[in-house]
């Protein structure tokens, strides 16, 4: 068991996470999770008004990059940043967060008005 800890906190390398980050809805996604802790798939696609196979499509990369970690509750997946990322990784993605309000923001509005609505249950 510790053996596969190691392996995947050494997998998020500076290049894969930067190759991932080079994305636009990539990098909103990760700072729009870095913000919220966790969200529903119907959670990005209404922050970023993107389709659900574009969002999928997305989030399946992170996950293959070993960025982010799921949960399936029922019917709706939800994710947030996998609590194994290198120190260093979660400490780019917070930086750049606190940063950059501005780009974030109207992302960041959509997003919430979206889970104050439903705040008992996703989508």
């Avoid at 709706?76 to 750049?96: D, F, K, M, N, S």
């Avoid at 974030?104 to 889970?115: E, F, G, Q």
Wanted: charged share 15%; hydrophobic share 45%.
């Amino acid at each position: 068991m510790i053996f596969q800890i190691f392996l995947l906190v050494s997998a998020v390398s500076p290049l894969t996470l930067f190759k991932c980050l080079n994305d636009e809805t990539r990098l909103v996604m990760v700072l729009l999770l870095q913000q919220h802790g966790e969200l529903c798939v119907c959670d990005l696609m209404a922050a970023l008004e993107e389709s659900q196979p574009k969002i999928s499509r997305h989030l399946a990369q992170l996950r293959t990059a070993q960025l982010l970690s799921s949960e399936k509750r029922g019917q709706w997946v939800y994710y947030r940043l996998h609590p194994q990322l290198p120190l260093w990784a979660g400490e780019v993605i917070a930086t750049t967060l606190a940063a950059n309000h501005d780009f974030i923001a109207p992302y960041a509005n959509r997003c919430s008005a979206l889970t104050a609505a439903n705040s008992s249950s996703c989508c």
